[in-house]
């Protein structure tokens, strides 16, 4: 059974930053796209950040571009979205997510398989 968990969510006041983690068992990240999906109360989900595989091409939400950042860690085998300048309206519930394939955009696919979230509060 694939299984992903996130980690590094919290509380931060608004321009702050947090880093969030999405680790894995059972299956080596690196050999799938991973992206980073949120969600907000009354909301629906929609899609931050993804990172392709094989060429490791991140693609970044227009609300997010210039703030945050996708990135691999192989060694640890996790992939890190670091949030910086953060702002209320980027409260949510993050989900990371993967999807095999190749040959397409991240934000593309329909992705297979996913974490169980971590809560992101901006707020003063």
């Known amino acids: 059974q694939v299984q992903l968990v996130e980690s590094g969510g919290g509380l931060v006041q608004p321009g702050g930053s947090l880093r969030l983690s999405c680790a894995a068992s059972r299956f080596i990240l690196d050999n799938y796209n991973i992206g980073w999906f949120r969600q907000a109360p009354g909301k629906e989900r929609e899609g931050v950040s993804c990172i392709s595989r094989p060429d490791g091409r991140p693609s970044y939400a227009d609300s997010v571009q210039g703030r945050f950042t996708i990135s691999r860690d192989s060694a640890k085998n996790t992939v890190h979205l670091q949030m910086d300048s953060l702002k209320p309206e980027d409260t949510a519930v993050y989900y990371c997510?993967?999807?095999w394939g190749s040959g397409y955009e991240c934000f593309e696919y329909e992705y297979d398989y996913w974490g169980q979230g971590t809560q992101v509060t901006v707020s003063s």
């Open positions: 997510a993967a999807v």
